[in-house]
Structure formats: C-alpha cells, structure tokens
C-alpha cells in the first residue's frame, strides 16, 4: 500500500477516514496544488491503495460522493416473517417456499443474514 521508509515510520499510527482524505484532497486540487506526493501519502493514511485514493477523488468529482455507495439491503417482507414464524425460525423452510411461489430468489445465507439483521 504505502512505501516503506521515513514517511512510513511517521504515518504508521495514523489512520484518517475517507470523507476527510477526500475533502482534504480536493482542497488541495481546487487551489491547483494537488500532487501525486499528495495522493500517496492519503493513501499511507488512508490505509489504502493510491489507485483507491484516485478513484475516490474521481468520484467525489463526478457524483459528489466522499463516501461509499450505499449498499442495498435484502430486507424480508411480512409474508416471509410470517412463513419464517410458522416454520419455527428454519430458514431453509422460507427458502424452498420462496422457490415454489417462482420468481427469483436469493441465497439461504443471505435469508439468514437479512433475518440476523432485523432482530
């Protein structure tokens, strides 16, 4: 990730996040000051890749993002709750019924995730 050597050592306890990396960086490259020396140490303190520090700032530049897309979330339905409650929890249960009504239907593990995450 980083380069080893003095900037290592001096960096190596430091650990800044994303929203800031990015702000800071941008700042830099609206004063037309921003390097690639910049960049490189973001990505020691970012604990990233200087790849992952560009593409960062690419999005922060072209969809105003400085954090991570959202991610989209399996969320079960009542009638699923409702399957799950009378087959005592077993998700395997929710599972084959889910396949039986058609359509598409996610993996058991992530039925057990979205069931963990709702509790």
Known sequence: MGE??????VTAGLR???P?????LL????AGALTTAHVRAGAQVGGVSVRTVWRWLDAARTEGRVKPRPRARLELSDQ????LAQAGGNVAVLH???KDAGGEVVGAENLIRAAQ???
């Open 117 to 119: 995450a709702a509790c």
């Open 96 to 98: 084959r019924h889910l």
């Open 80 to 83: 699923a709750w409702e399957v």
């Open 16 to 18: 800044v996040s994303r």
């Open 20 to 24: 800031v990396l990015v702000a800071r």
């Open 4 to 9: 080893p050597g003095a900037w290592g050592e």
């Open 27 to 30: 700042e830099l490259d609206a």
